[in-house]
């Protein structure tokens, strides 16, 4: 797909991927309260029968609090990974490309988080603006030091 992007001068059209990713995220922000916790819900009872077919032991663990903020984590590691991979392409800089990367997903994790205050049934929270940013950094962290091994 990089080299696609290269050769016939789409690089531009790259930009699409991380604004559809935000739009993927505001979908599932947008959810209240019951939906949000039906879809969580669906993935830890998944979770529950792996972990009995594993014959794994979860029986302290909150799954519900622990799917939820993997959620969060997972899907800006995503964002921060398309930004860095479209800023990069199309920048060919790989400090400023980071540095955009986890500024620009960082704050959408803070917009994130704030429409969910006027959502039903959702809160706004510090701490998943926190996770939301270390799924962003984990995300770039990692796709420059790929870039490094490339070199």
């Not at 505001?26 to 939906?35: A, C, I, L, T, V």
């Not at 819900?41 to 519900?64: H, K, P, S, Y």
């Not at 969060?72 to 860095?84: D, E, M, N, Q, T």
Request: hydrophobic share 50%.
């Amino acid at each position: 797909m990089l080299e696609r992007a290269k050769r016939y001068g789409n690089k531009k059209a790259l930009y699409l991927l991380p604004v559809l990713w935000m739009g993927v995220i505001f979908y599932f922000s947008h959810q209240n309260g019951d939906e949000s916790s039906q879809v969580s819900g669906w993935f830890v009872d998944f979770v529950i029968r792996v972990a009995e077919i594993l014959n794994l032991d979860i029986t302290g663990w909150n799954l519900n609090l622990l799917v939820r903020k993997a959620a969060h984590f997972s899907i800006f590691a995503v964002l921060g990974f398309l930004l860095f991979l479209t800023l990069y392409i199309n920048r060919q800089k790989l400090f400023s490309s980071s540095v955009y990367a986890f500024a620009i997903g960082s704050i959408y994790g803070v917009f994130d988080e704030f429409h969910q205050y006027f959502v039903p049934g959702r809160s706004c929270q510090l701490t998943d603006m926190l996770i939301d940013a270390s799924g962003v950094m984990a995300a770039v962290l990692i796709s420059i030091g790929v870039m490094q091994l490339k070199r």
